[in-house]
C-alpha cells in the first residue's frame, strides 16, 4: 500500500466520527498548549527578573553583608564606601543605601501614613542611572552637614502637591521638616520596590534619625559601585573583596560581605524559577500524556466497532502490516493535528496572557518543536498498542462479528 | 482430465486438543477444474463452513494439502494468505460487507488498494472500478452509497469488487441469503453469465433451489464429503439437505 493510500484510508476513519475525533485531540490540545503557555510564563517572569535587575542600573557591583551569619548586618558601614571610592581602580562612583522603617510624611494639608524611605549618598543618581527630573539631587555637602533635604519620587510628588510645583516647599517626615530639592523621573516598580513612592533623603540623616537602635551607627544596607565598563569588572570585585576583608579583618576566603554582580543575582534567581519552570513542564507533560491515553481508548473502542470492517480488508488482502499502519496513522494523524491546532492555541494562549494581566510571557521557540514532537510520539505509542490488535484480528472472527 | 484449479487432499482441521478436540473436517478430498461451477451444502456444524474458509485461504487447514493454482497454500504465513486472497480469490459473502460510507466505486477499487503488484494509478483504477460496475449493471450506479442501494444491488457491487483483481476462484458464501427471491434470481443470473464466461465458481449455501443452479453439488456432513454429484445428479438436491445416501 502507498503512503498516500494509507493516509487517506486513515483519514477517512477519522472523519467517520467527527465530534469523537473532534474531543479525543482535545486532550492533546489542552496537553500541548499547556506545554508551551506554562514555558512561556516562566520565560516572561525569567525575563521580568533579569530585566529589574538590569534596571539597577548598567555595570552594577553589588555589595551586601552576607546573609545567616550573626552579626554580619552589622559590619558594612558607611565608611566602606568611602574606602572603595578612594582606593579601587577602574569605577566611576559609588553610593550606599540604608532603608529605615516607613514613616508618615505630611505637605500641604495632606498626610501619608507608611510612606518607604531610602537614605543614600549624593552619587545615587548617577551610580544607578537614576536621573531627577526636577530640581536637583542633594550633594555631598548637604549629605554630610546632615542637612534637612529631601527628593520626592515622582508618583509621591503627585500624591502631595498635585499639579503644584514641590520645588522648595516643605515636608514633615515624622516630626522632622524637610525642605524639597527635586523630584525624580517616573521609574516605576523594579523588583518589587515602587521608586515613585519613595521619600529619597541623605543617608547621614537617615542613620542620626530613623534607624532602630539595633543598626545604630554607620550601618548601610547595600554598596553600589559602578565599574567604568563590563571588562572591569572582575579587577573591581577582586580589589573590593581584599580592601574589605582588610577593612573587617576577615579572610577573604571567609568574609563577612558578598560581591555579586547583576549577572549573579540573575542566575540566582533563575535557579529559582527553573525548578519552578520544570514543575509547569511537568504537568503540562502529564497533561500531554492524559489526551495520549484518551487517545488510545477512543483508538481501542474504533477497533472494536470496525472489527467487521478489519475483517472485511483482511479478506480483500490486506496484510496484517497494512491493517497496523491503518490505526496507527490514524492515531498519529489526531495527534499530530491536536499537536498543530495546540501549538497555534499555546501560542495565542501565550499572547493573551501576556496581553491581559499582569502576567508576563515570552514564547521559547524550542517549546514548539518540542511540544509538537511529544505529540506525535504519544500518537505513535499510545496508537500502537490498538493498531496491533486491529492487526491481529483473525479474519473469520472479524468477519462473523455484529 | 483438465488441469484442476483446486486440489484438496485429506484436508483435516482440528479445533480443541483432547478431551475437547472437534474435527471440523475429517479428511476432505475435492477437487475443482477451472470453469466448474460448485455448489457446497450441508448442515450448519457439518463442516462446510471450515471447507470454505481453508479455501478462501482466511484459515488453515491442521493436516492435508491445499494447492490453489499449482500452489500449495495450506501452510502460508499471514502476509502470503492475504496476498494469495487478494490475486486469486474473490469473495462474495450473504451480508455483502460492503463499507456503508464509501461509494459503490470506492467499494469495488478495495481490493486494488492492497494488490502491491500492481501499479495503477487512481485514475486507472476508477476507470477498472467503473468498468467492473459496468458489467453487473450499475453503470448508473457508481457514486452510491450502500444504503441507497437495494439488496441486490449492494451484492452485485460486491460481485463487481469480487471480479475487480481477476481472481482464478470465485467464492460465494450464501449469496442470496439476505435477498428476496427477485433479487436471488438476478444474482444467480450474473453467477451464471460469469460461469459462461469462464469464471470458476464455489458457492455454500443451504438452498437446493440455489445449489441446483450449480453444475455440481458437494454436500458435507460431520466434516466429511458424503456426496459428489454433477448436472443435477446429486443425492443432495432431492432430499433434505445432507441426506444420508453414499456415493464416491
Known amino acids: ?402 | 482430465m483438465s488441469e484442476s484449479l483446486i486440489e484438496v487432499r485429506e484436508l483435516t482441521k482440528v479445533y480443541g486438543a483432547d478431551d475437547t478436540e472437534v474435527r471440523a473436517l475429517d479428511g476432505v478430498n475435492v477437487d475443482v477444474q477451472r470453469g466448474e461451477f460448485v455448489a457446497i451444502m450441508g448442515h450448519s456444524g457439518s463442516g462446510k463452513s471450515t471447507l470454505m474458509n481453508i479455501l478462501g485461504c482466511l484459515d488453515r487447514p491442521t493436516g492435508g494439502a491445499y494447492i490453489l493454482d499449482g500452489r500449495d497454500v495450506s501452510q502460508l504465513d499471514k502476509n502470503e494468505l492475504a496476498s494469495v486472497r487478494n490475486k486469486k480469490i474473490g469473495f462474495v459473502f450473504q451480508s455483502f460487507n460492503l463499507l456503508p460510507r464509501m461509494s459503490a466505486l470506492v467499494n469495488v477499487s478495495l481490493p486494488m488498494l492492497y494488490n502491491g503488484a500492481e501499479k495503477l494509478s487512481v485514475k486507472d483504477r476508477e476507470t477498472r472500478a467503473a468498468k467492473a460496475l459496468e458489467s453487473v449493471g450499475l453503470g448508473n450506479r457508481l457514486h452510491h452509497r450502500p444504503n441507497e442501494l437495494s439488496g441486490g444491488q449492494q451484492q452485485r457491487v460486491a460481485i463487481a469488487r469480487a471480479l475487480i483483481n481477476q481472481p482464478a476462484l470465485i467464492l460465494a458464501d450464501e449469496p442470496t441469503g439476505n435477498l428476496d427471491s427477485k433479487s436471488s434470481v438476478d444474482i444467480m443470473n450474473i453467477l451464471h453469465k460469469l460461469h459462461q464466461q469462464g469464471t470458476t465458481i464455489v458457492m455454500v449455501t443451504h438452498e437446493t433451489d440455489v445449489a441446483a443452479h450449480a453444475q455440481r453439488v458437494i454436500c458435507v456432513k460431520d466434516g466429511k464429503v458424503i456426496s459428489d454429484g454433477r448436472d443435477g445428479h446429486s443425492p443432495c438436491l432431492g432430499q433434505a439437505v445432507g441426506g444420508g445416501n453414499e456415493t464416491e
Do not use: C
Open chain 1, 1 to 402: 500500500m502507498k503512503l498516500s493510500e494509507i493516509f487517506s484510508t486513515a483519514w477517512e476513519g477519522i472523519t467517520l466520527n467527527k465530534v469523537r475525533s473532534f474531543l479525543t485531540t482535545l486532550g492533546v490540545i489542552i496537553g500541548v498548549a499547556s506545554v508551551i503557555i506554562m514555558l512561556a510564563v516562566s520565560a516572561g517572569a525569567e525575563a521580568a527578573i533579569a530585566e529589574q535587575i538590569n534596571g539597577l542600573g548598567a555595570n552594577l557591583i553589588i555589595v551586601s553583608p552576607i546573609r545567616g551569619v550573626p552579626g554580619a548586618a552589622r559590619t558594612l558601614v558607611l565608611d566602606d564606601a568611602l574606602a572603595i571610592e578612594k582606593q579601587v581602580v577602574g569605577i566611576t562612583g559609588v553610593t550606599a543605601e540604608q532603608l529605615p522603617p516607613p514613616q508618615t510624611v505630611k505637605a500641604n494639608n495632606v498626610s501619608l501614613d507608611s510612606i518607604p524611605m531610602i537614605g543614600t549618598t549624593s552619587s545615587f543618581p548617577s551610580v544607578r542611572d537614576y536621573p531627577v527630573a526636577l530640581g536637583r539631587y542633594f550633594n555631598n555637602d548637604e549629605d554630610e552637614r546632615k542637612s534637612k533635604v529631601v527628593v520626592l519620587g515622582s508618583g509621591l510628588a503627585k500624591d502631595l502637591f498635585g499639579d503644584e510645583s514641590p520645588l522648595g516647599q516643605t515636608v514633615t517626615i515624622g516630626t522632622t521638616k524637610f525642605t524639597v530639592m527635586g523630584v525624580m523621573s517616573p521609574k516605576g516598580m523594579v523588583a518589587d520596590v515602587d521608586y515613585d513612592g519613595r521619600v529619597y533623603l541623605p543617608i547621614s540623616i537617615v542613620i542620626q534619625k530613623y534607624m532602630p537602635t539595633t543598626l545604630s551607627g554607620h550601618v548601610v544596607r547595600t554598596i553600589y559601585v559602578k565599574a567604568e565598563s563590563q571588562e572591569k569588572i572582575p579587577s573591581v570585585i577582586t580589589q573590593i573583596t581584599s580592601l574589605l576583608a582588610t577593612r573587617h579583618e576577615v579572610l577573604v576566603s571567609k568574609p563577612d560581605f558578598t560581591v555579586q554582580t547583576q549577572k549573579d543575582i540573575i542566575a540566582t534567581q533563575e535557579a529559582t524559577t527553573a525548578a519552578f519552570r520544570d514543575l509547569l513542564a511537568w504537568v503540562a507533560g502529564v497533561s500531554l500524556v492524559v489526551g495520549g491515553i484518551g487517545i488510545m481508548n477512543i483508538m481501542l473502542v474504533s477497533v472494536t466497532e470496525r472489527t467487521r470492517e478489519i475483517g472485511l480488508r483482511q479478506a480483500l488482502g490486506a496484510k496484517p502490516a497494512d491493517v497496523l499502519l491503518q490505526f496507527l496513522i490514524e492515531a498519529v494523524i489526531l495527534s499530530l493535528v491536536g499537536g498543530i491546532v495546540g501549538v497555534l492555541g499555546g501560542v495565542g494562549g501565550s499572547y493573551l496572557f501576556g496581553s491581559l494581566g499582569s502576567m508576563r510571557t515570552a514564547i521559547v521557540p524550542l517549546s514548539i518543536p518540542l511540544a509538537f514532537g511529544a505529540a506525535a510520539a504519544v500518537g505513535i505509542f499510545f496508537g500502537y498498542y490498538p493498531a496491533t490488535r486491529a492487526a491481529q484480528l483473525d479474519p473469520i472472527d472479524a468477519l462473523r462479528r455484529e
